[in-house]
Protein backbone atom coordinates (compact mmCIF):
# COMPACT_ATOMS: atom_id res chain seq x y z
CA UNK A 1 0.00 0.00 0.00
CA UNK A 2 1.12 3.81 -0.75
CA UNK A 3 2.55 5.59 2.41
CA UNK A 4 -0.06 7.16 4.28
CA UNK A 5 0.13 10.98 4.05
CA UNK A 6 -3.20 12.17 7.04
CA UNK A 7 -3.42 10.62 10.72
CA UNK A 8 -6.50 9.69 11.89
CA UNK A 9 -7.82 8.40 15.33
CA UNK A 10 -9.26 5.09 14.66
CA UNK A 11 -10.71 2.80 17.61
CA UNK A 12 -11.39 -1.29 16.87
CA UNK A 13 -12.86 -3.59 19.07
CA UNK A 14 -12.04 -7.11 19.28
CA UNK A 15 -8.23 -6.05 18.99
CA UNK A 16 -6.96 -8.74 20.86
CA UNK A 17 -6.31 -11.51 18.08
CA UNK A 18 -7.16 -12.66 14.61
CA UNK A 19 -7.89 -9.73 12.21
CA UNK A 20 -8.34 -7.19 14.82
CA UNK A 21 -4.83 -7.49 15.73
CA UNK A 22 -3.18 -7.54 12.51
CA UNK A 23 -5.32 -4.47 11.67
CA UNK A 24 -4.07 -2.63 14.44
CA UNK A 25 -0.85 -3.31 13.57
CA UNK A 26 -0.96 -1.84 10.34
CA UNK A 27 -3.08 1.23 11.19
CA UNK A 28 -0.03 2.12 14.39
CA UNK A 29 2.68 1.32 11.88
CA UNK A 30 0.85 3.21 9.20
CA UNK A 31 1.02 6.08 11.78
CA UNK A 32 -2.79 6.47 12.89
CA UNK A 33 -3.78 6.88 16.24
CA UNK A 34 -5.02 3.48 17.53
CA UNK A 35 -7.25 2.69 19.64
CA UNK A 36 -6.87 -1.17 20.26
CA UNK A 37 -9.58 -2.69 22.75
CA UNK A 38 -9.85 -5.95 24.04
CA UNK A 39 -12.65 -7.88 26.28
CA UNK A 40 -10.00 -9.39 28.38
CA UNK A 41 -8.26 -7.40 31.19
CA UNK A 42 -5.26 -9.73 31.00
CA UNK A 43 -4.80 -9.49 27.26
CA UNK A 44 -4.11 -5.10 27.80
CA UNK A 45 -0.54 -5.20 28.70
CA UNK A 46 0.68 -8.24 26.26
CA UNK A 47 -1.26 -6.09 23.64
CA UNK A 48 0.23 -2.54 24.25
CA UNK A 49 3.83 -4.24 23.85
CA UNK A 50 3.19 -6.11 20.92
CA UNK A 51 1.36 -2.86 19.41
CA UNK A 52 3.93 -0.48 20.20
CA UNK A 53 3.82 3.30 18.42
CA UNK A 54 1.17 5.60 19.08
CA UNK A 55 -1.70 2.51 20.54
CA UNK A 56 -3.61 2.92 23.39
CA UNK A 57 -5.17 -0.45 24.99
CA UNK A 58 -8.32 -0.57 27.17
CA UNK A 59 -10.72 -3.20 27.61
CA UNK A 60 -13.71 -2.90 25.94
CA UNK A 61 -16.36 -5.76 26.24
CA UNK A 62 -18.51 -4.29 23.88
CA UNK A 63 -22.03 -5.63 25.68
CA UNK A 64 -21.34 -4.08 28.44
CA UNK A 65 -22.66 -0.42 28.66
CA UNK A 66 -20.24 1.49 30.99
CA UNK A 67 -17.25 -0.11 28.82
CA UNK A 68 -19.31 1.06 25.59
CA UNK A 69 -19.36 4.37 27.72
CA UNK A 70 -15.75 5.04 27.65
CA UNK A 71 -15.90 5.63 23.77
CA UNK A 72 -17.76 8.69 24.39
CA UNK A 73 -14.38 10.51 25.94
CA UNK A 74 -12.52 10.15 22.85
CA UNK A 75 -12.07 11.88 19.78
CA UNK A 76 -12.46 8.90 17.27
CA UNK A 77 -12.22 9.95 13.66
CA UNK A 78 -13.41 5.73 12.67
CA UNK A 79 -14.69 2.99 14.39
CA UNK A 80 -14.06 -0.44 13.71
CA UNK A 81 -16.61 -2.61 14.85
CA UNK A 82 -14.51 -5.79 14.05
CA UNK A 83 -15.74 -8.11 17.63
CA UNK A 84 -17.67 -10.77 16.96
CA UNK A 85 -18.06 -14.58 18.01
CA UNK A 86 -19.77 -17.17 16.06
CA UNK A 87 -22.56 -20.30 16.36
CA UNK A 88 -23.04 -22.64 14.09
CA UNK A 89 -25.98 -25.75 13.70
CA UNK A 90 -29.48 -25.99 12.31
CA UNK A 91 -31.94 -23.69 12.38
CA UNK A 92 -34.39 -26.68 12.93
CA UNK A 93 -32.84 -27.19 16.38
CA UNK A 94 -30.32 -24.76 17.91
CA UNK A 95 -31.09 -23.30 21.54
CA UNK A 96 -32.60 -20.29 20.33
CA UNK A 97 -31.29 -18.71 23.30
CA UNK A 98 -27.54 -19.32 21.60
CA UNK A 99 -28.89 -17.12 18.68
CA UNK A 100 -30.18 -14.47 20.13
CA UNK A 101 -26.45 -13.79 22.73
CA UNK A 102 -24.83 -13.66 18.96
CA UNK A 103 -27.41 -11.23 18.09
CA UNK A 104 -26.54 -9.43 21.15
CA UNK A 105 -22.82 -9.59 20.81
CA UNK A 106 -22.65 -8.87 16.55
CA UNK A 107 -25.80 -6.85 16.32
CA UNK A 108 -27.22 -4.81 18.71
CA UNK A 109 -23.86 -4.11 20.85
CA UNK A 110 -22.14 -2.76 17.80
CA UNK A 111 -24.83 -0.56 16.95
CA UNK A 112 -24.97 0.36 20.43
CA UNK A 113 -21.82 1.52 20.10
CA UNK A 114 -22.20 2.72 16.69
CA UNK A 115 -24.10 5.22 18.36
CA UNK A 116 -21.55 6.79 20.73
CA UNK A 117 -19.52 6.75 17.93
CA UNK A 118 -22.19 8.92 15.99
CA UNK A 119 -22.99 11.23 18.47
CA UNK A 120 -19.17 12.26 19.02
CA UNK A 121 -18.55 12.45 15.13
CA UNK A 122 -21.63 14.61 14.64
CA UNK A 123 -19.72 17.30 16.81
CA UNK A 124 -15.92 16.55 15.37
CA UNK A 125 -17.79 17.47 12.26
CA UNK A 126 -17.22 13.82 10.58
CA UNK A 127 -16.10 10.45 10.72
CA UNK A 128 -15.96 6.85 9.45
CA UNK A 129 -17.95 3.51 10.75
CA UNK A 130 -16.74 0.06 9.67
CA UNK A 131 -18.67 -2.46 10.15
CA UNK A 132 -16.74 -6.22 9.84
CA UNK A 133 -19.96 -8.14 8.45
CA UNK A 134 -18.50 -11.39 6.59
CA UNK A 135 -19.17 -13.62 2.93
CA UNK A 136 -21.88 -15.67 4.83
CA UNK A 137 -23.79 -12.23 5.58
CA UNK A 138 -24.38 -12.16 1.79
CA UNK A 139 -24.90 -15.83 1.02
CA UNK A 140 -26.85 -18.17 3.00
CA UNK A 141 -24.54 -21.19 4.38
CA UNK A 142 -26.05 -24.61 5.67
CA UNK A 143 -25.74 -24.82 9.08
CA UNK A 144 -23.75 -21.39 9.81
CA UNK A 145 -26.75 -19.72 9.50
CA UNK A 146 -27.22 -18.57 13.32
CA UNK A 147 -23.93 -16.52 12.10
CA UNK A 148 -24.89 -16.23 9.06
CA UNK A 149 -28.18 -14.26 10.34
CA UNK A 150 -26.08 -11.26 12.30
CA UNK A 151 -24.16 -11.17 9.17
CA UNK A 152 -26.77 -10.58 6.97
CA UNK A 153 -28.30 -7.91 8.96
CA UNK A 154 -25.03 -5.95 10.36
CA UNK A 155 -24.48 -5.94 5.73
CA UNK A 156 -27.93 -4.36 5.77
CA UNK A 157 -27.62 -2.45 8.86
CA UNK A 158 -24.64 -0.73 7.07
CA UNK A 159 -25.67 0.13 4.03
CA UNK A 160 -29.14 1.97 5.30
CA UNK A 161 -27.37 3.26 7.96
CA UNK A 162 -24.73 4.86 4.55
CA UNK A 163 -27.86 6.55 3.26
CA UNK A 164 -29.45 7.93 6.78
CA UNK A 165 -26.25 9.27 6.99
CA UNK A 166 -25.95 10.74 4.08
CA UNK A 167 -29.38 12.48 4.62
CA UNK A 168 -28.05 13.92 7.75
CA UNK A 169 -25.32 15.62 5.58
CA UNK A 170 -22.57 15.91 8.80
CA UNK A 171 -19.77 14.19 7.07
CA UNK A 172 -20.28 10.48 8.13
CA UNK A 173 -19.47 7.70 6.07
CA UNK A 174 -19.99 4.20 6.65
CA UNK A 175 -18.62 0.85 5.22
CA UNK A 176 -18.89 -2.55 5.49
CA UNK A 177 -16.00 -4.99 5.40
CA UNK A 178 -17.18 -9.12 3.84
CA UNK A 179 -13.95 -11.18 4.45
CA UNK A 180 -14.06 -14.69 2.75
CA UNK A 181 -12.53 -17.74 5.10
CA UNK A 182 -8.89 -16.62 6.84
CA UNK A 183 -7.06 -18.69 9.31
CA UNK A 184 -7.61 -16.85 12.36
CA UNK A 185 -9.25 -19.66 14.28
CA UNK A 186 -12.53 -18.27 14.27
CA UNK A 187 -13.60 -20.28 11.45
CA UNK A 188 -12.73 -23.94 13.23
CA UNK A 189 -14.48 -22.64 16.58
CA UNK A 190 -17.46 -21.53 14.45
CA UNK A 191 -17.93 -24.74 12.09
CA UNK A 192 -17.31 -26.88 15.56
CA UNK A 193 -19.62 -25.19 17.77
CA UNK A 194 -22.79 -27.35 16.97
CA UNK A 195 -20.54 -30.20 17.95
CA UNK A 196 -21.09 -29.18 21.73
CA UNK A 197 -23.95 -29.43 21.46
CA UNK A 198 -25.67 -31.98 18.41
CA UNK A 199 -25.68 -35.28 20.08
CA UNK A 200 -27.96 -38.26 19.68
CA UNK A 201 -30.61 -36.16 20.66
CA UNK A 202 -30.33 -34.29 17.37
CA UNK A 203 -33.14 -34.47 14.22
CA UNK A 204 -29.88 -35.60 11.89
CA UNK A 205 -28.14 -38.94 12.35
CA UNK A 206 -25.26 -40.07 14.21
CA UNK A 207 -23.47 -40.67 10.66
CA UNK A 208 -24.69 -37.56 9.19
CA UNK A 209 -23.30 -35.76 11.96
CA UNK A 210 -20.12 -37.85 11.58
CA UNK A 211 -20.08 -36.92 8.20
CA UNK A 212 -20.44 -33.04 8.43
CA UNK A 213 -17.21 -33.48 11.22
CA UNK A 214 -15.18 -34.83 8.23
CA UNK A 215 -16.53 -32.09 5.66
CA UNK A 216 -16.05 -29.28 7.77
CA UNK A 217 -11.98 -30.45 8.36
CA UNK A 218 -11.56 -30.67 4.74
CA UNK A 219 -13.80 -27.58 3.48
CA UNK A 220 -12.01 -25.44 5.61
CA UNK A 221 -8.54 -26.66 4.86
CA UNK A 222 -9.06 -25.69 1.50
CA UNK A 223 -10.81 -22.37 1.45
CA UNK A 224 -8.86 -20.18 4.31
CA UNK A 225 -6.45 -18.21 3.05
CA UNK A 226 -3.63 -18.70 5.68
CA UNK A 227 -2.40 -14.41 5.51
CA UNK A 228 -4.97 -11.93 6.60
CA UNK A 229 -2.93 -9.46 4.82
CA UNK A 230 -5.77 -9.17 1.94
CA UNK A 231 -8.64 -7.94 4.51
CA UNK A 232 -6.18 -6.05 6.28
CA UNK A 233 -5.43 -4.02 3.30
CA UNK A 234 -9.52 -3.20 2.55
CA UNK A 235 -9.84 -1.93 6.47
CA UNK A 236 -7.36 0.07 6.37
CA UNK A 237 -8.32 1.94 2.95
CA UNK A 238 -11.87 2.12 3.95
CA UNK A 239 -10.23 3.70 7.31
CA UNK A 240 -8.42 6.03 5.18
CA UNK A 241 -10.81 7.13 2.08
CA UNK A 242 -11.90 10.48 2.45
CA UNK A 243 -15.30 8.71 0.97
CA UNK A 244 -14.56 5.05 1.14
CA UNK A 245 -16.72 2.65 -0.35
CA UNK A 246 -20.18 0.54 0.69
CA UNK A 247 -18.89 -2.83 0.53
CA UNK A 248 -14.86 -3.99 0.74
CA UNK A 249 -14.21 -7.65 0.14
CA UNK A 250 -11.43 -10.19 0.46
CA UNK A 251 -9.62 -12.51 -1.09
CA UNK A 252 -10.77 -10.63 -4.61
CA UNK A 253 -11.97 -14.33 -5.39
CA UNK A 254 -14.98 -14.24 -2.89
CA UNK A 255 -16.22 -11.26 -4.83
CA UNK A 256 -17.10 -12.98 -7.59
CA UNK A 257 -18.50 -16.22 -6.03
CA UNK A 258 -20.96 -13.81 -3.91
CA UNK A 259 -22.04 -11.90 -7.40
CA UNK A 260 -22.18 -15.43 -9.29
CA UNK A 261 -23.95 -17.25 -6.13
CA UNK A 262 -26.77 -14.51 -6.12
CA UNK A 263 -27.13 -13.93 -9.71
CA UNK A 264 -27.48 -17.60 -9.43
CA UNK A 265 -30.09 -17.21 -7.01
CA UNK A 266 -28.67 -18.43 -3.99
N1 LIG B 1 -11.70 -15.40 10.06
C1 LIG B 1 -12.61 -15.39 9.10
O1 LIG B 1 -12.56 -16.20 8.17
C2 LIG B 1 -13.73 -14.38 9.10
C3 LIG B 1 -14.57 -14.35 7.98
C4 LIG B 1 -15.60 -13.43 7.94
C5 LIG B 1 -15.78 -12.54 8.97
N2 LIG B 1 -14.95 -12.59 10.05
C6 LIG B 1 -15.21 -11.62 11.12
O2 LIG B 1 -14.01 -10.91 11.38
C7 LIG B 1 -14.01 -10.48 12.74
C8 LIG B 1 -12.70 -10.92 13.37
O3 LIG B 1 -12.64 -12.33 13.33
P1 LIG B 1 -11.26 -13.15 13.44
O4 LIG B 1 -11.24 -14.13 12.35
O5 LIG B 1 -10.13 -12.22 13.61
O6 LIG B 1 -11.54 -14.00 14.77
P2 LIG B 1 -11.12 -13.70 16.28
O7 LIG B 1 -9.65 -13.76 16.40
O8 LIG B 1 -11.93 -14.62 17.13
O9 LIG B 1 -11.57 -12.19 16.48
C9 LIG B 1 -12.76 -11.79 17.13
C10 LIG B 1 -12.35 -10.97 18.32
O10 LIG B 1 -13.52 -10.42 18.95
C11 LIG B 1 -13.39 -10.63 20.35
N3 LIG B 1 -14.70 -10.61 20.99
C12 LIG B 1 -15.64 -11.59 21.01
N4 LIG B 1 -16.70 -11.20 21.73
C13 LIG B 1 -16.42 -9.95 22.19
C14 LIG B 1 -17.12 -9.02 23.00
N5 LIG B 1 -18.33 -9.31 23.50
N6 LIG B 1 -16.54 -7.82 23.27
C15 LIG B 1 -15.33 -7.52 22.77
N7 LIG B 1 -14.59 -8.37 22.01
C16 LIG B 1 -15.15 -9.57 21.73
C17 LIG B 1 -12.70 -11.98 20.46
O11 LIG B 1 -12.15 -12.23 21.73
P3 LIG B 1 -12.09 -13.75 22.32
O12 LIG B 1 -11.97 -14.68 21.16
O13 LIG B 1 -10.89 -13.75 23.18
O14 LIG B 1 -13.35 -13.92 23.07
C18 LIG B 1 -11.64 -11.84 19.39
O15 LIG B 1 -10.50 -11.15 19.86
C19 LIG B 1 -15.24 -11.11 13.40
O16 LIG B 1 -16.29 -10.15 13.43
C20 LIG B 1 -15.61 -12.24 12.44
O17 LIG B 1 -17.00 -12.51 12.48
C21 LIG B 1 -13.93 -13.49 10.14
Request: hydrophobic fraction near 45%; charge should be positive; avoid cysteine.
Amino acid sequence: MKANSFRKSILITGAGTGIGRDTAKALVERGHKVYATTHHDAEVASLRDALGGDAEVFRLEITDPQDRAKIAELDIDVLINNAGQGESGSLAEIDIDRVRRLFEVNLFSSLELTQIAIGTMIERGGGTIIFISSAVGRIPFPFLMPYGMTKFALSAAASGLRSEMRTLGKGIHVSVIEPGAFHTGFNQRLWSSRFEWMDNSSIFSASQIETMKSDSTRTLRWIEAKSTVSIVNKIVSASEAKTPRLRYVAPWYMAIVVRLLRILGA
